[in-house]
């Protein structure tokens, strides 16, 4: 059904914002480390109305179901299911005292769920800039990624750090963004594979995520654990040179190694990023093949799906890939000769008919423009 058939009326405007897919810097965002994502050619897309009564009314394309709230009576989690996240962006925008008014609200996705490619960051982002749209506001985009975090801290329940809403709000077409969490700088690095002959290949292994949720929030208490440990307000404060006399301290054997994940990863997204910067991308492979054993076997967060097709890509001659996001299932990145990106794909996709594992998938990695109206 159209906006119109739901809501009766047309949409006063549509906004946009998309899902990204993480280079190199996993699990570093909420240590205050740095991370470069791109935005991907996929996206949320809402057609928003403004209505007079203070309520909320939000529907999917596909779903004629609609969701309805007042703005007055939201508190955290007082919404659940997929309408969560533009509730909790209107309870942000309401406590952050935002003159935002009641909306009609169609969304349609073409993000894929599940795969860790930020789809609820692209829902909560989608919402704030329709929503401050429809009210005249402005607001600086790096700020409303700091409030959509807010909703999904807050309002969801998600201990989600600050990479997803940044990319989604901030990254540009033809540019990864290297966003460093403690400085607050964002970065636009010039990133376009096919200049040198290579291909990003982004492939979903279609995993089912095993206590993602869970798992995510222990990761995030260690690391907080051992800084406190150490004396230090994050572990960015724990440079590679200083990494083994840290590790001395620590009392836990499973602490330490996600420390020396955080450590080692910040250390290498740096390095990717000034081999980038000198036009050495074919150099940042060996990075990103460090950072996968890293997640694997110190950070533990892959399953069998995401290292049977890291191994498979590097066997089959990429020159780098890891898996990317919160791991547990979601995609890897294969960065490979663009004359071999076919190989390698059917290379993974035998490897998993082989292990009995579902088909995987693979998506485009054009790195596109941050949220934005669209008419
Ligand atoms: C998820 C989170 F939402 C991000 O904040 C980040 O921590 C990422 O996992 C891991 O790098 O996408």
């Not at 869970?214 to 260690?222: D, I, K, L």
């Not at 076997?297 to 020159?319: H, K, N, Y």
Request: proline share 5%.
């Amino acid at each position: 059904m159209s906006f119109a058939d739901i809501f009766g009326t047309a949409p006063d405007g549509s906004w946009r914002a998309p899902g990204r897919v993480n280079l190199i810097g996993e699990h570093t965002d909420y240590n205050d480390g740095v991370v470069l994502p791109i935005a991907l050619p996929v996206e949320v897309v809402v057609h928003a109305s403004a209505r007079a009564d203070g309520r909320i009314a939000v529907s999917s394309v596909g779903h004629d179901a609609v969701i309805e709230f007042a703005i007055d009576e939201l508190a955290p989690h007082s919404v659940d299911g997929w309408a969560a996240y533009p509730a909790g962006a209107v309870w942000v925008l309401r406590e952050s005292g935002y003159p935002i008014g009641g909306a009609n609200l169609l969304f349609d996705s073409d993000v894929p769920t599940g795969a860790g490619l930020s789809s609820s960051a692209a829902l909560l982002c989608a919402t704030f800039v329709a929503l401050l749209g429809l009210a005249e506001v402005e607001v600086e985009p790096a700020e409303v990624a700091r409030l959509a975090q807010r909703a999904e801290n807050q309002y969801v329940g998600a201990p989600v750090g600050l990479m997803d809403q940044t990319a989604s709000m901030c990254c540009t077409a033809g540019h990864a963004l290297a966003f460093d969490i403690r400085s607050g700088s964002l970065d636009q690095i010039p990133f376009d594979p096919s200049a040198d002959g290579l291909t990003l290949l982004v492939v979903d292994v279609k995993a089912p995520h095993r206590h993602a949720d869970g798992e995510y929030a222990a990761r995030r208490q260690s690391c907080e654990r051992a800084a406190a440990q150490l004396g230090v307000p994050a572990l960015r404060s724990v440079s590679v040179d200083e990494l083994d006399a840290a590790l001395a301290k620590l009392d836990d054997e499973v602490d330490r190694r996600r420390v020396r994940h955080v450590v080692t990863e910040i250390k290498r997204t740096e390095d990717a990023i000034a081999l980038m910067k000198a036009g050495r991308l074919r150099d940042v492979g060996p990075l990103f093949n460090a950072s996968h054993a890293s997640l694997r076997d110190d950070f533990e967060i892959t399953v069998p799906e995401l290292d049977v097709a890291v191994d498979t890509a590097l066997a089959a001659g990429a020159v780098g890939a890891r898996m990317t996001g919160g791991g547990f299932g979601g995609c890897i990145i294969a960065l490979t000769a663009s004359d071999e990106a076919d190989a390698v794909l059917s290379a993974i996709e035998k490897a998993f008919a082989e292990k009995g594992f579902a088909a995987p998938s693979a998506l485009a990695a054009t790195p596109s423009d941050g949220a934005s109206r669209i008419n």
